[in-house]
């Protein structure tokens, strides 16, 4: 069995009962930091009743808690399906507030642990069983006495995938959802990224969460506790190799973490992955639907593409126009930026302040008001509606489509004298076209002495700084990491959208990786990234039948960077990094060119980029004209669009 190997660790160190119970719930809850007493008061007053059955369709009882608000008319119900605890972060005030506040403005709550997590029964496997049990568990709500038989769902992260999963099968009192830090894809975007294994999310989050509550929930405390020791050392663990040997997850054992071996199993986009794909149910999915996202959360291309789908193609006219997006200056863990214990985002989103707030909890009541209990209240104005925060300005603005009406998608080439290596190097970005004779960059990769990950989208929590935007110039010292820098800007320029790079290049490996990397670059040297993307270089065609890379031969490669909003201002500089690793973000490349996670061998690669007449290498901005970019929002309102 392959030993933790040192190299990427230092790399890293551097950069509950069945019975029913039924009690008065206070209206008036404590606040949070961001919350006024006064928000937490309603109109109903409301009655908790604990761990009622709700049984599937092949017998195993689910457990939820329902709110109850004290009124004699039936009302909609809103419904949770979490695997983080029905107890948890429901009523944790950095995430939303608590049920009990959604059930005093005359809402039935139910809160429902999925199978196989804390108080429900049965076997524990990711995404799969939520598609049949999201379907009865939201027909079960449906008939709870004082229903009105219309049911939204709320919630984030993988709670946002139990709402997708459950809409996927149509269940008929279905009525909107709130799909928030979620993804369209559980391959792309969730557990790969252009064809790289999300390890810094995968295994930290699984690890900390999914596996240890699973072997709680089985009784199995032993390999509970053990898994939570293990836990305090996933610096070393994610240096492991292969990942089908993971042993924390005890790969001999299939009651511990099956689908985790899966995961690696399935390491192309094939049917395992494409039966559970949202955004291949877009067309048939007919809800209205608030979505939120961050600029550096692990989901954000799926939550835009999810918003993008339906509004295109949803099931219905209603669907297509009943769409709305949020997009803050967050990372994965809230809205709000409230400092939770253990947390704490990057000082450059702390630095925003106030501005970057949101008033997620009035917004997603003002949504169930308008689509649950049908108030005209001006939440959706029969259109899609796009919010998006621009930083560097630091203020909310307004889009009826994404991308955004009027962009100019521009491109910049990249150009140097063949020593672009490092930041003290002589890359640059030119709006010109590259002439003949350009030498090429070149550098070296060695898996086992990757890139360290500085800020990106990531999950789930700040640790490590993986996740938000931090100053690259020391990851940019390196030599293995090329870095081309535009002139400073002479007018404010606005960028915001998708954003691409069409990279010409060749390896001495049978397959490889190739990072890129967006930064603005302040006056005073301060690389602030923006965001980043990977691609895996037998990918470059397809995600279902990738293909090994012939040694030497130059290739096209297309690498999405994922979207963002900045305000380039006067004197900044635009910035490019390329690379080949972004570790512990993703699992480096062995650049074997063997089937992922089978084998601990790994081998240097020499990398060789071009950017001359025959390869002009580029990066595709999305600039919006400033007489585009439409009116400037200290804070977005709640409701009334216009």
Request: charged share 20%; net charge positive; proline share 9%.
């Amino acid at each position: 069995m392959a030993r933790p190997r040192g190299g990427y660790g230092r790399v890293f160190a551097a950069a509950a009962g069945a019975a029913a119970v039924v009690l008065a719930v206070s209206t008036a809850q404590a606040a949070r930091p961001t919350v006024s007493a006064a928000r937490q008061a309603g109109p109903c007053a409301v009655d908790k009743q604990a761990d009622v059955p709700d049984r599937m369709r092949d017998g195993t009882v689910l457990s939820a808690d329902v709110y109850r608000p004290r009124t004699s008319e039936k009302v909609p119900v809103v419904l949770m399906r979490t695997q983080y605890g029905k107890n948890g972060p429901p009523n944790q005030p950095g995430r939303f507030l608590s049920p009990a506040w959604l059930s005093a403005q005359c809402y039935l709550v139910v809160v429902e642990d999925v199978r196989g997590q804390y108080a429900s029964k049965g076997t524990f496997y990711e995404f799969q069983q939520d598609l049949n049990d999201g379907y009865d568990s939201v027909e079960w709500a449906a008939r709870l006495p004082g229903s009105n038989g219309r049911v939204g769902m709320y919630g984030s992260s993988y709670v946002g995938a139990t709402q997708w999963l459950a809409a996927q099968k149509l269940p008929p009192h279905l009525t909107t959802i709130v799909p928030l830090n979620t993804a369209s894809d559980y391959f792309e975007g969730w557990t790969y990224e252009g064809g790289a294994f999300r390890l810094g999310f995968i295994e930290n989050w699984s690890m900390e969460t999914i596996v240890q509550t699973a072997a709680a929930n089985r009784g199995d405390t032993a390999l509970a506790q053990r898994l939570k020791t293990d836990y305090l050392d996933i610096a070393k663990w994610m240096t492991y190799r292969p990942y089908r040997r993971f042993p924390p997850y005890r790969p001999d054992d299939p009651q511990v973490a099956p689908y985790f071996f899966d995961w690696i199993k399935h390491s192309t986009n094939d049917s395992y992955w494409s039966s559970i794909a949202p955004e291949r149910h877009h067309s048939r999915i007919k809800l209205p639907m608030l979505h939120l996202e961050g600029w550096y959360d692990a989901f954000l291309d799926g939550g835009v593409r999810n918003f993008t789908g339906m509004a295109a193609n949803g099931g219905s006219p209603e669907a297509r126009a009943g769409q709305r997006l949020v997009i803050g200056p967050w990372d994965h863990q809230t809205w709000s930026r409230v400092p939770k214990e253990r947390y704490v985002p990057a000082p450059m989103l702390s630095a925003i302040g106030s501005a970057g707030d949101y008033p997620l909890d009035e917004v997603m009541l003002a949504w169930f008001d308008r689509f649950l209990k049908g108030r005209d209240n001006g939440v959706s104005k029969g259109r899609p509606t796009v919010d998006y925060f621009e930083m560097g300005s630091n203020v909310w603005r307004r889009s009826p489509a994404w991308p955004l009406p009027g962009t100019r998608f521009t491109k910049y080439y990249l150009d140097s004298g063949g020593h672009a290596a490092s930041i003290l190097g002589d890359g640059r970005l030119s709006a010109q076209p590259p002439g003949g004779g350009q030498k090429p960059d070149r550098y070296t990769y060695d898996p086992r002495n990757p890139v360290p990950s500085v800020g990106g989208h990531s999950c789930c929590e700040n640790r490590g700084g993986q996740q938000g935007p931090y100053d690259q110039q020391t990851v940019e010292a390196r030599p293995d990491v090329l870095v081309y820098t535009g002139p400073e800007l002479a007018a404010d320029t606005h960028v915001t959208g998708p954003i691409s790079v069409e990279l010409y290049a060749s390896s001495t490996a049978r397959d490889t990786d190739w990072t890129a990397k967006l930064v603005d670059v302040a006056p005073d040297g301060t690389a602030r990234n923006l965001n980043n993307g990977i691609l895996r270089a037998s990918f470059r065609a397809s995600s279902t039948h990738p293909t090994p890379i012939k040694p030497g031969k130059v290739e096209k490669y297309t690498i999405k960077i994922w979207p963002t909003s900045n305000l380039f201002k006067a004197g900044h500089r635009i910035r490019l990094d390329i690379s080949s690793s972004d570790f512990p973000q993703y699992a480096p490349n062995p650049n074997t060119g063997e089937r992922f996670g089978q084998s601990d061998r790994v081998r240097t690669a020499r990398q060789t980029i071009l950017h001359d007449a025959e390869h002009p290498s580029s990066v595709t901005l999305p600039i919006v004209p400033a007489d585009r970019v439409g009116p400037a929002y200290a804070k977005i309102p709640t409701t009334g669009l216009d």
